[in-house]
Every structure is written in C-alpha cells, then in structure tokens.
C-alpha cells in the first residue's frame, strides 16, 4: 500500500466522523442533514482514490476510476449547503433550480461511466495509479466548465455572506465556513493545474482539502454552536423579519445595523446608512429628546448624545427617504449599557403611521366642520309670549315684534312670503274662482 493511498482512505474516514457529529448534533435541522451528506461523498471520495491509487494493476485502476466519478455530485450539494448555511433559501423555491442543479450532475456522472472523454487512461506514479486527463473535447470542455460556475457561486455565495454579516461571532463563523469551502478547490487547482505547468508532479490533494473542509465546518459548529438556534441568531432572525424599522446605534449615534423593513420603506441599500448619523434620515421628537447631533470640530464631524436613564415610547418622529419624502414614525428608544455602566448603542424601533396619521387628520377636519356648523346655529329655546290677536311677540325688554322679525333677529331663519289656501279664498276670492 502506498502511503499516500493511505492519506485518501484516512481522510475519507476523518470526513466521515466529522459529518456524523455534525448529524447527530441535531439531526432535525436540514443543514445538519446537508453537511452529513456532503461528508458522505467527502469519505466516498477519499475510499474510491485510495481503492485505484493502490490497484494491483491499471485495469484494476481504471475500474475505480468509472466508480470514483460519482464524486463530482459533492460539487452540487456543497452548493445547496453554501444555499441553507447563508440562508439564500428563495434558490430552493424554485424547484427547477434543485432539479436541474441535481439532474446534471447525475446525467454528468452517468455519462463518463460510458465514455473517457475525462480521463483517457491511468498512469503508475510514484504515491500509486493518477488519471491522465482526456484530451480537449466539447463534452470535457461543457463538464470543466459547469464545474467552474457552481464552484464559482458556491464560494461568491459565502464570501458575500461574509462582507455583508456585521455580527463578530457569526463573521467568525462565516470565515471557517469559507475556508472549509474553499480548501479542496484550492487544492484541487494547485495540484492538477497550477504545478504541472511548471513540470511540477505531486499527489492530487483534492481529498485532504475535502478533510480541511469538514474539519473548518466542524470547528465552527463547535466553537460557536453554527447552525444551533441561540438566543443571539433568534434575535436576529426576529429583527430581519419584522415589519417596523429597526436601527441599531453606536453611542455617538450613528447607525452599526438596520433590518430590511428600513431598506424597503427608505429606498437605500444597507451599505448607504451604514456609519451615517441617524439625524441624517430620523428627525423629530425623539432626535430632540435624545440630541443626536451633528457637530464640527476642527473639521471633523462629530456626534454628541444627551444620556437618558430611562427608555421612550411613542415619540413622534420623521423617516425620510432617499427620494426626499417624509414619513411619519412613532418610535421607542432602548438604550444599551456596558458592565461598567457606560452606555454601549441605542436601539431605535419605529413604526410607520402615515395611514394614523391621516386618520387623525380627516378626524380632526371633520371636527372642524362641525364645530363650524354649531357655532352658526341659533336655537330659539323657552316660551315665547305671543298675542292672541295680531301675533306679536315680546321680547325680554317688554317690546312687542313681529313674528317673522323677533325669528329672523334670534335664528339664522327667514322668511319668504305667500299666501295660504284659505286666505286667498278671504281676501282674494275673484281670482280663486279663476284658477
């Protein structure tokens, strides 16, 4: 046996301890589920090079060869895992993309148990067999470059996770989990095609990166409890998904965090906030109250903050968007403090009331009108002494009025004048038998 026959079959197996770990950690969760299935073909990987690197002869080689072209399907499920562990989950809605990530690989595999347009024969070297390389062809072509773009994506996808995570603990995480990612393609480059282009011949070393790869994931998950829910990833998985605007503040005032809701309602990118003082999109009560300020001293800006004891509630306040436009906010203020007592950021939760906002105000209009309407209204109220006779009234100074007059004088009333039915018939009867 080859010693470096040896270094595949025991990195197999290394990747294979570490993935049950992993699984039985908490076997529920699908990235536990993902990453155990990756270290499956890891071990898969590392048992089937051993098996040919240490073959009796080249047609024993090359009959682990076929077997060990399944391996190329721990490409697609490194994706699915960089997919789940980054929480790009919308991917995976979309059935089509699991189907034909997984289809291809499976019709790939397939394909080059029937065809050598990969590897055109096994060579004898000195750590045991090595696969010679097919010459250029399109269907060899097709298959490196499929290999190129999910290995691209795989790691865009972990190292934009890591620009763009602001938490120390899971930047930490994210950077273990990029080293575990990128380790055998590293590798893989440097021993198939970096090296031989300077005539330099060593092992392929694709299957300790595959080890390195479980090894950095594995730490991770014991270092910093990945992948288990904590009250720090709940919180942050609350604050992500709440529809009020979340604002993180560092004690001068400026903003260390924003939740989605402040992208979405503001128009800017998260990148666009992040370090700006708050007064630059919050204004209002609660910037009064607390006096986040913006001051110029030797010509650097600087942010100054009146300390409150106590938390606020239902201040009102301004949001205002990139376009200019206003909104109107309610907002809560928390205050964070170090051990020591100073006072370590400021949360700032603010909630949207345009919609209360207009209520108030068609209310408030409404109110108005009525107000209007009362205060032209007369009401005559009482008893009201009138003469039997000629129908004049008297009015509280003893003067006698008209009827009509004393009406018009004491209500918005008047009066349009008529004759009635019956006095017609009294004092005009030659025209009522006329009509």
Not at 43 to 66: C, H, I, P
Not at 74 to 100: D, N
Not at 269 to 288: A, F, H, Q
């Amino acid at each position: 046996m080859f010693m470096f026959s040896a270094v595949s079959f025991f990195s197999g197996l290394l990747s294979m301890f570490i993935g049950n770990i992993v699984y039985f950690h908490s076997s529920k969760k699908p990235v536990h589920k993902l990453f155990f299935i990756l270290c499956l073909f890891n071990a898969y990987w590392g048992f089937t090079e051993f098996m040919f690197r240490q073959a009796s002869d080249v047609n024993d080689a090359f009959l682990w060869l076929k077997i060990y072209v399944f391996v190329i399907v721990v490409i697609p499920v490194g994706l699915h895992f960089a997919v789940l562990y980054t929480g790009r989950v919308f991917f995976l809605q979309k059935k089509w993309v699991l189907a034909t990530l997984y289809i291809s690989v499976i019709g790939i595999s397939i394909s080059l148990l029937f065809h050598n347009y990969m590897f055109a024969s096994m060579i004898k070297m000195p750590w045991g067999y090595a696969p010679v390389l097919a010459p250029s062809s399109i269907p060899r072509n097709i298959v490196i470059l499929w290999l190129v773009i999910i290995n691209s994506c795989d790691i865009i996808l972990i190292l934009y996770h890591l620009v763009k995570t602001h938490n120390r603990n899971e930047k930490r995480q994210t950077f273990l989990v990029a080293m575990g990612i990128i380790s055998p393609i590293v590798l893989a480059n440097i021993s198939q095609f970096f090296l031989p282009m300077f005539n330099v011949q060593i092992p392929e070393l694709t299957t300790i990166g595959t080890t390195l790869q479980a090894s950095f994931i594995g730490f991770a998950i014991w270092k910093y409890d990945l992948f288990a829910i904590n009250p720090a990833t709940a919180a942050n998985n609350i604050v992500a998904t709440i529809s009020d605007n979340f604002i993180l503040l560092d004690p001068g005032g400026k903003i260390l965090s924003i939740n989605r809701a402040v992208t979405d309602s503001l128009g800017y990118y998260e990148k666009d906030l992040i370090r700006r003082p708050v007064t630059s999109i919050l204004s209002g009560d609660v910037t009064e109250q607390f006096f986040f300020t913006e001051a110029m001293i030797d010509g650097k800006s600087i942010s100054t903050v009146t300390i409150k004891k106590k938390p606020v509630r239902n201040l009102e306040g301004i949001l205002i968007t990139k376009s200019g436009k206003k909104v109107p906010v309610s907002v809560a203020v928390s205050i964070l403090w170090n051990r020591d007592g100073s006072v370590a950021g400021y949360v700032i939760i603010a909630r949207d009331i345009t919609e209360q906002k207009q209520i108030e105000s068609q209310r408030e209009g409404l109110i108005k009108e009525l107000q209007d309407a009362l205060s032209n209204i007369k009401v005559l109220r009482g008893l009201l002494p009138i003469c039997a006779n000629c129908k004049k009234v008297r009015d509280d100074e003893g003067y006698w009025h008209d009827v009509a007059v004393y009406i018009r004088n004491h209500s918005e009333a008047d009066f349009s004048h008529g004759i009635c039915p019956e006095c017609m018939k009294k004092l005009y009867p030659e025209f009522v038998d006329k009509l």
